[in-house]
């Protein structure tokens, strides 16, 4: 992506939890809450820079980030919830860390699959009779219910989201959510 194309990249809307809600709308909130953080620390920047890597040998990158956030919400949503038969996005064998791995990757083919898994996720959600209802999880050796879903990806994209803090104040000196 060009700086000219930068220029007039779209900023992320990022709208905050409300202050009473109950617990379903709160959950819902927060979770769209950090993955607009993950797409605004990507805001501005082109493929070379959303490529740039921590330090090695980790191949950690915002790209990086992106891409592993979409095979979380894959896992989690349409594996776990919806329990969809599928491989991860970057994976046939299940391996999350390939998703790490970014060099040859692009902002629109990183972003176009993670917005894909963030809308099928959002529906699956909604279609959930409510947060008590619980899904066979063989990773964790039992049923899970969507309230630990929700709660865990809200947990994965905190925790990401602080390492996107980093790297994107590496590239451009943006700080700040």
């Known amino acids: 992506m060009s700086t000219a ?17 109950d617990e379903r709308e709160t ?5 769209d809450y950090h993955r607009a953080t993950l797409a605004m620390k990507c805001d ?16 950690l990158s915002l790209l990086g980030l992106v891409r592993h956030m979409a095979e979380v919400e894959r896992a989690w949503f349409r ?4 329990q969809e038969d599928i491989p991860l996005v970057w994976s ?3 391996d999350f860390q ?20 963030v809308e099928r996720a959002r529906r699956i959600e909604r279609a959930a009779t409510s947060l008590d209802a619980t899904f066979p999880c063989p990773k964790w050796g039992g ?11 809200i947990h994965e994209y905190a925790r990401h989201n602080g390492h996107a803090d980093f790297l994107r104040e590496a590239i451009d000196g943006t700080v700040g959510a």
Do not use: K
């Open 44 to 59: 501005g920047l082109g493929d070379e820079d959303l490529r740039r890597q921590s330090m090695p040998p980790s191949t």
């Open 98 to 117: 390939v998703a790490y791995d970014a060099r040859d990757s692009t902002r629109d083919e990183a972003f176009t699959a993670w917005q894909a898994e």
């Open 79 to 82: 594996r776990v919830v919806d």
């Open 92 to 94: 046939d064998d299940g």
């Open 143 to 153: 049923d899970v219910s969507l309230r630990m879903v929700m709660l865990h990806l």
């Open 5 to 21: 194309e930068n220029d007039t990249q779209q900023a992320t809307e990022r709208i905050g939890p409300p202050l009473a809600a």
């Open 27 to 31: 959950l819902r909130t927060f979770l």
